[in-house]
């Protein structure tokens, strides 16, 4: 019998777990998936749910049932990865061999990283909806909010699904504006990038987009603490930022466990290269979703188009042959803008978000880097796609290569 | 590829003057960029200069300032007093370096 180990059963685990049985006969191959969480949750859906457009119904489901038949779920979290031998450790002591290893656990906010910022604070001036228990808090406290100033703020990238503070930020303020309030409310959006994305085109049409909406950016700003007394924010030159309402993303970093492997970068993500996701160190092990260094967007659109190049890259490995499925990046995003519209931006390594029109079967041609209500119902009926067509690992007829068909390059870049 | 002269000699540079071919660069040319963004060069800006330069050649990619401070020892807080406002930007143009991938 020959072992695959999966660590993590988010988005990217679930999925190669999904898509590997399939794959692999039974006879020879025994797959084994480790993961500390009874419930998976849909992301996205913290978003709405800090906003009180979804209940925390349609959020998770629990784990164990969209694991197939024939793979092991082992319930607990890794300790520690020994590449050099095979082994994984788990943080009860228990030892589980592996021939090949997939590493998919994501990234974690980490809000200990920045002095101040889950002090006495944390939750409740100081929010964030990157995880379950943020996503409430916040929207809590946004129901109780009468006014002020709201600082949306990212603390460094990379950070998962890029566009998520855009998109608090649009569904905020129309949030306070339903609520009556948004006269009352002065709102900043506070950026290590210099501008209000990190592509040009992208960054010019979403920079308007939030100066129409009355929002100020503050580009290039690298935070250095919160400061608990003073209830503002400071970044290494020095700029001083007060807020009444702070949502903010905290670092990202991979596991721990990947740092103390050897495996990773100074944030903890395996170091990967992009096009195959094998490791740079070990030949038999990969990493996917969100725990690689590929320079590419944190999504679970990318996990997805990733997991219909990397099996068949696999089964090419373990038969000895070269593997030539090359990822090149792709990434969609749908961006939630308020007011029951939306955007979609496509774009890869080499290209980036650009204006035209992206087909979706059925849905039809949606607009890219524009506001439309059809891009916001995209977004909405994205919860049933990633529940029934994108876990299981079925097939969902979108080329995981970007194409640059129906996409426009504005003049002058 | 636009090109650019530079002391005398013609140098690859990007659309906003980043040096692209890793070794054209020296330091007499690193002075010469460090000058243009009104960078004085002391000892400590050399160091900064130098672990990039490093770090590329076996990395690949342009360290970010959190890595210059985690792995080259240089911290945030003093990146920002060398190369104020845009220290990544900054030492990755006198390094003669591509600008650090926005990341995605
Ligand atoms: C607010 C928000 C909005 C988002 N919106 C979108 C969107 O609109 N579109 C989009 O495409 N993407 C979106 N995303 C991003 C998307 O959810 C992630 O990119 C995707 O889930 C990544 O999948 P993953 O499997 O790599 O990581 P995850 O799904 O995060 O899974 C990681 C798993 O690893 C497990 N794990 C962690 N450490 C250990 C350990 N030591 N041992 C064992 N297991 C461990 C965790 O329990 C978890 O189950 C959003 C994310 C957030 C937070």
């Given at each position: 019998?020959?072992?695959?180990?999966?660590?993590?059963?988010?988005?990217?685990?679930?999925?190669?777990?999904?898509?590997?049985?399939?794959?692999?006969?039974?006879?020879?191959?025994?797959?084994?998936?480790?993961?500390?969480?009874?419930?998976?949750?849909?992301?996205?859906?913290?978003?709405?749910?800090?906003?009180?457009?979804?209940?925390?119904?349609?959020?998770?489901?629990?784990?164990?049932?969209?694991?197939?038949?024939?793979?092991?779920?082992?319930?607990?979290?890794?300790?520690?990865?020994?590449?050099?031998?095979?082994?994984?450790?788990?943080?009860?002591?228990?030892?589980?061999?592996?021939?090949?290893?997939?590493?998919?656990?994501?990234?974690?906010?980490?809000?200990?990283?920045?002095?101040?910022?889950?002090?006495?604070?944390?939750?409740?001036?100081?929010?964030?909806?990157?995880?379950?228990?943020?996503?409430?808090?916040?929207?809590?406290?946004?129901?109780?909010?009468?006014?002020?100033?709201?600082?949306?703020?990212?603390?460094?990238?990379?950070?998962?699904?890029p566009v998520?503070?855009l998109e608090?930020?649009f569904?905020?303020?129309?949030?306070?504006?339903?609520?009556?309030?948004?006269?009352?409310?002065?709102?900043?959006?506070?950026?290590?990038?210099?501008g209000a994305f990190t592509k040009p085109v992208a960054a010019a049409a979403l920079g308007d987009m939030l100066g129409k909406?009355?929002?100020?950016?503050?580009?290039?700003?690298?935070?250095?603490?919160?400061?608990?007394?003073?209830?503002?924010?400071?970044?290494?030159?020095?700029?001083?930022?007060?807020?009444?309402?702070?949502?903010?993303?905290?670092?990202?970093?991979?596991?721990?466990?990947?740092?103390?492997?050897?495996?990773?970068?100074?944030?903890?993500?395996?170091?990967?290269?992009?096009?195959?996701?094998?490791?740079?160190?070990?030949?038999?092990?990969?990493?996917?979703?969100?725990?690689?260094?590929?320079?590419?967007s944190?999504?679970?659109a990318?996990?997805?188009?990733?997991?219909?190049?990397?099996?068949?890259?696999?089964?090419?490995?373990?038969?000895?042959?070269?593997?030539?499925?090359?990822?090149?990046g792709h990434a969609t995003c749908f961006v939630e803008s308020?007011?029951?519209k939306g955007l979609l931006i496509d774009f890869s390594y080499d290209v980036e978000p650009l204006p035209g029109s992206f087909p979706i079967?059925?849905l039809g041609p949606m607009r890219l880097l524009k506001e439309t209500r059809l891009n916001h119902l995209g977004k909405?009926?994205?919860?049933?796609?990633?529940?029934?067509?994108?876990?299981?690992?079925?097939?969902?007829?979108i080329?995981?290569?970007m194409s640059m068909r129906g996409k426009r390059r504005p003049a002058g870049n | 590829?636009?090109?650019?002269?530079?002391?005398?000699?013609?140098?690859?540079?990007?659309?906003?003057?980043?040096?692209?071919?890793?070794?054209?660069?020296?330091?007499?040319?690193?002075?010469?960029?460090?000058?243009?963004?009104?960078?004085?060069?002391?000892?400590?800006?050399?160091?900064?200069?130098?672990?990039?330069?490093?770090?590329?050649?076996?990395?690949?990619?342009?360290?970010?300032?959190?890595?210059?401070?985690?792995?080259?020892?240089?911290?945030?807080?003093?990146?920002?007093?060398?190369?104020?406002?845009?220290?990544?930007?900054?030492?990755?143009?006198?390094?003669?370096?591509?600008?650090?991938?926005g990341?995605v």
């Amino acid at each position: 019998m020959r072992r695959l180990l999966v660590i993590g059963a988010g988005t990217a685990g679930v999925i190669t777990v999904n898509k590997l049985r399939k794959k692999l006969p039974r006879s020879e191959w025994e797959i084994t998936v480790v993961d500390p969480a009874d419930t998976h949750d849909y992301q996205p859906g913290y978003l709405f749910l800090a906003v009180g457009m979804y209940t925390p119904k349609k959020v998770g489901r629990p784990l164990a049932k969209l694991i197939p038949r024939g793979v092991n779920l082992v319930k607990a979290a890794v300790q520690d990865v020994k590449p050099a031998e095979n082994v994984v450790v788990l943080t009860d002591g228990t030892v589980l061999a592996y021939d090949y290893l997939v590493i998919a656990t994501g990234t974690t906010p980490r809000p200990d990283q920045t002095p101040g910022m889950d002090g006495k604070l944390w939750h409740d001036s100081v929010h964030s909806f990157y995880t379950y228990a943020d996503a409430l808090a916040l929207r809590d406290k946004l129901e109780k909010f009468e006014g002020g100033k709201v600082v949306v703020h990212v603390t460094e990238m990379p950070i998962k699904c890029p566009v998520a503070p855009l998109e608090i930020a649009f569904l905020a303020e129309a949030y306070f504006t339903k609520r009556g309030i948004r006269d009352k409310v002065q709102m900043t959006y506070v950026t290590p990038l210099p501008g209000a994305f990190t592509k040009p085109v992208a960054a010019a049409a979403l920079g308007d987009m939030l100066g129409k909406r009355r929002i100020t950016v503050e580009p290039d700003y690298i935070i250095e603490r919160v400061d608990e007394d003073a209830k503002a924010i400071f970044s290494y030159d020095e700029r001083e930022i007060p807020f009444d309402l702070l949502v903010t993303i905290p670092l990202n970093m991979g596991a721990d466990f990947i740092g103390r492997s050897g495996l990773g970068d100074e944030l903890n993500f395996v170091s990967v290269n992009k096009e195959t996701l094998q490791s740079t160190k070990f030949a038999n092990v990969f990493a996917v979703g969100d725990a690689t260094n590929a320079p590419t967007s944190k999504a679970g659109a990318v996990a997805h188009y990733e997991l219909d190049l990397f099996p068949k890259n696999f089964l090419q490995l373990i038969a000895g042959k070269e593997m030539t499925h090359k990822f090149d990046g792709h990434a969609t995003c749908f961006v939630e803008s308020g007011h029951g519209k939306g955007l979609l931006i496509d774009f890869s390594y080499d290209v980036e978000p650009l204006p035209g029109s992206f087909p979706i079967p059925v849905l039809g041609p949606m607009r890219l880097l524009k506001e439309t209500r059809l891009n916001h119902l995209g977004k909405l009926a994205f919860r049933f796609v990633y529940w029934w067509l994108l876990l299981p690992g079925r097939y969902i007829p979108i080329s995981p290569y970007m194409s640059m068909r129906g996409k426009r390059r504005p003049a002058g870049n | 590829m636009p090109t650019q002269d530079m002391l005398g000699r013609e140098v690859h540079v990007d659309d906003e003057g980043f040096l692209t071919e890793y070794d054209e660069w020296d330091e007499k040319l690193g002075a010469e960029l460090a000058k243009n963004i009104g960078v004085a060069m002391t000892d400590e800006h050399w160091k900064v200069i130098t672990f990039l330069r490093t770090d590329y050649k076996s990395q690949g990619t342009t360290a970010t300032t959190r890595r210059v401070d985690a792995v080259g020892g240089f911290p945030v807080k003093l990146q920002f007093q060398l190369f104020p406002a845009k220290p990544a930007k900054k030492m990755a143009y006198i390094a003669g370096l591509p600008k650090p991938a926005g990341c995605v």
